[in-house]
């Protein structure tokens, strides 16, 4: 029995954890160190569900922050659902309140006060329906570290490049 499109399509972009992924912040790993992870639901407007299923989202500058008791997802950019949006516009890059348990929200809160910590979204997906992001608590990397990272990765590709080399 063949499959459809959508079937195809879905299956496609789900991870090994079953979650339907709708972009990641490749830039976080390379820039941060990160030391904790955090699982967050998103409270969104609908035309903003649907235009995440079409996987119209950006987190490039995004990172989230605790401001009186509630935590928020800043700078995420979520494009507009084109059919949705003529009669009630919306910015694509308004806060979006992040659903977390309070002791979560506390514990957080406590973390981020740390120098040098910050809460930098890792990636957006739909986990049984519902939108999540992953959140990483990160503290940035020094010049020095970066360019360790980038010794260090491109160390591993000529090893399985001589791997190649030599199983042939």
Not at 80 to 88: L, Q
Not at 101 to 114: N, P, Q, S, V, Y
Not at 121 to 140: N, W
Request: aromatic residues 4%.
């Amino acid at each position: 029995m063949a499959k459809s499109g959508k079937d195809k399509k879905a299956a496609r972009q789900t991870d090994a954890e079953g979650r339907l992924v709708v972009a990641t912040n490749r830039r976080a790993r390379f820039d941060y160190e990160i030391l904790d992870r955090f699982e967050a639901g998103l409270q969104l407007m609908g035309p903003e569900v649907k235009s995440l299923r079409e996987g119209r989202c950006s987190l490039g500058d995004a990172f989230a922050t605790v401001h009186r008791g509630e935590a928020w997802l800043e700078k995420m950019h979520v494009s507009p659902y084109e059919p949705a949006t003529r009669d009630n516009p919306t910015d694509p890059m308004r806060r979006r309140k992040l659903l977390l348990h309070r002791h979560e929200i506390d514990r957080l809160e406590g973390r981020i006060a740390e120098k040098g910590l910050t809460l930098v979204p890792v990636c957006v997906y739909f986990k049984r329906g519902r939108a999540k992001v992953e959140l990483a608590l990160a503290r940035g990397k020094h010049r020095h570290d970066k360019r360790e990272t980038i010794k260090r990765r491109e160390g591993e590709r000529e090893a399985q490049r001589a791997m190649r080399r030599h199983t042939r």
